[in-house]
């Protein structure tokens, strides 16, 4: 896939902007806070009918303004040509592409895959495990509606069943035959949810090692996906992970009613990122966590265009300020050697010069409420 234009109305700093892109790299330089990464956030929007930032909709709508908008063309790896669009206004999102004028978030994901690289997602390697839930989520779900559904289901199964809880404990009274639909759906979903995860660990784990070897070839990592009360021997077998998981609940039944609030389920699961046979988290140092980090980035660009008819588009958010020369080129000659269109965010124009990088200079200031 590459995006050959974008135009941005009314998104953070951006009155009107409309920007024609580079098939290669494409550097966007300029003073912080002067609207670069919103770019970024206006492809990922577009990609993932959110920005990659923690940030709120409403909250990205320029100040005394009431909806932004986004639009987007691109080809695809076989030069179909598609188009997508997203404004957002008194809390409500609307979406048009190729297949429809007025689409779900969900039908968006997928059709233009993204990587993402920025210093907040330094926490995949020493946040907690929500993070790195997040990552294995965000890879799954652009290759698998399927999947991508069954994380909506959850959350609505979740927030049901924690009600329910909540009112059990209200009214002192637990009643088997109100939670029990609800805690059979959830067990089911956590045993479909947990099998694709397992085996995408198990497929990105190679391509990491691989990857991180390149970086830091005296070094041994591993992956390790630890699922919420799962043994490892039921991992693969759906009809023994919802045994396990139906005699966990009813030997903790007590303890949920008490708490008021659901204990187990894929929302408690983790991501063990270890190296040289210690975790990551714990005892990995600031170059190595770097250095895992780019390496979990490049294996899962590797993973989704195995995957996916189309070559994921890869975002650098201001990431080669904390990057050394050996790590910047190799992140360069992944983009080089795979022709995949990216684009960098810099505060300095000449960035990418002893990379030997051939880019397109977007000078954000000559972009802003004008066309480059």
């Given at each position: 896939?590459?995006?050959?234009?974008?135009?941005?109305?009314?998104?953070?700093?951006?009155?009107?902007?409309?920007?024609?892109?580079?098939?290669?790299?494409?550097?966007?330089?300029?003073?912080?806070?002067?609207?670069?990464?919103?770019?970024?956030?206006?492809?990922?929007?577009?990609?993932?009918?959110?920005?990659?930032?923690?940030?709120?909709?409403?909250?990205?709508?320029?100040?005394?303004?009431?909806?932004?908008?986004?639009?987007?063309?691109?080809?695809?790896?076989?030069?179909?040509?598609?188009?997508?669009?997203?404004?957002?206004?008194?809390?409500?999102?609307?979406?048009?592409?190729?297949?429809?004028?007025?689409?779900?978030?969900?039908?968006?994901?997928?059709?233009?895959?993204?990587?993402?690289?920025?210093?907040?997602?330094?926490?995949?390697?020493?946040?907690?495990?929500?993070?790195?839930?997040?990552?294995?989520?965000?890879?799954?779900?652009?290759?698998?509606?399927?999947?991508?559904?069954?994380?909506?289901?959850?959350?609505?199964?979740?927030?049901?069943?924690?009600?329910?809880?909540?009112?059990?404990?209200?009214?002192?009274?637990?009643?088997?035959?109100?939670?029990?639909?609800?805690?059979?759906?959830?067990?089911?979903?956590?045993?479909?949810?947990?099998?694709?995860?397992?085996?995408?660990?198990?497929?990105?784990?190679?391509?990491?090692?691989?990857?991180?070897?390149?970086?830091?070839?005296?070094?041994?990592?591993?992956?390790?996906?630890?699922?919420?009360?799962?043994?490892?021997?039921?991992?693969?077998?759906?009809?023994?992970?919802?045994?396990?998981?139906?005699?966990?609940?009813?030997?903790?039944?007590?303890?949920?009613?008490?708490?008021?609030?659901?204990?187990?389920?894929?929302?408690?699961?983790?991501?063990?990122?270890?190296?040289?046979?210690?975790?990551?988290?714990?005892?990995?140092?600031?170059?190595?966590?770097?250095?895992?980090?780019?390496?979990?980035?490049?294996?899962?660009?590797?993973?989704?265009?195995?995957?996916?008819?189309?070559?994921?588009?890869?975002?650098?958010?201001?990431?080669?300020?904390?990057?050394?020369?050996?790590?910047?080129?190799?992140?360069?000659?992944?983009?080089?050697?795979?022709?995949?269109q990216s684009f960098i965010t810099s505060t300095n124009?000449?960035?990418?010069?002893?990379?030997?990088?051939?880019?397109?200079?977007?000078?954000?200031?000559?972009?802003?409420?004008?066309?480059?």
């Open positions: 896939m590459k995006i050959s234009n974008i135009k941005i109305s009314n998104l953070r700093n951006h009155s009107h902007s409309e920007i024609d892109f580079s098939d290669s790299i494409n550097l966007i330089y300029g003073e912080n806070g002067s609207g670069k990464t919103t770019i970024l956030e206006a492809i990922s929007i577009c990609s993932m009918s959110k920005s990659f930032l923690p940030t709120l909709d409403q909250n990205l709508i320029q100040h005394n303004q009431k909806k932004y908008e986004i639009s987007l063309s691109a080809k695809s790896n076989f030069d179909v040509e598609y188009k997508v669009g997203v404004s957002f206004s008194a809390s409500k999102k609307k979406i048009s592409n190729n297949d429809s004028e007025n689409t779900s978030p969900k039908n968006l994901i997928g059709n233009i895959p993204i990587v993402i690289l920025s210093p907040d997602y330094k926490n995949i390697t020493f946040g907690s495990p929500s993070d790195r839930r997040d990552f294995i989520d965000k890879v799954i779900s652009q290759i698998s509606k399927s999947y991508l559904n069954k994380l909506i289901q959850l959350k609505k199964v979740l927030k049901q069943r924690n009600s329910l809880l909540q009112h059990f404990k209200k009214q002192n009274q637990y009643i088997d035959e109100l939670i029990e639909p609800w805690t059979e759906k959830l067990i089911e979903l956590n045993a479909d949810i947990a099998m694709k995860r397992y085996n995408f660990i198990n497929e990105l784990t190679p391509l990491f090692k691989s990857t991180f070897e390149q970086i830091a070839p005296n070094e041994e990592v591993e992956l390790e996906y630890l699922p919420c009360k799962i043994s490892a021997e039921n991992i693969e077998d759906r009809d023994k992970i919802i045994e396990e998981l139906n005699n966990y609940y009813l030997s903790r039944k007590e303890v949920e009613y008490h708490r008021a609030s659901t204990i187990f389920g894929p929302q408690k699961d983790d991501l063990l990122i270890k190296i040289n046979s210690g975790i990551a988290k714990d005892y990995a140092s600031q170059g190595q966590h770097k250095s895992l980090l780019i390496s979990l980035k490049i294996a899962e660009f590797n993973y989704l265009k195995s995957y996916c008819n189309e070559t994921p588009i890869i975002l650098l958010d201001d990431i080669f300020a904390e990057l050394d020369e050996i790590r910047s080129a190799h992140v360069i000659d992944i983009i080089k050697d795979n022709n995949v124009p000449k960035l990418l010069q002893s990379l030997n990088a051939s880019t397109k200079l977007i000078n954000i200031d000559n972009v802003r409420d004008n066309r480059a």
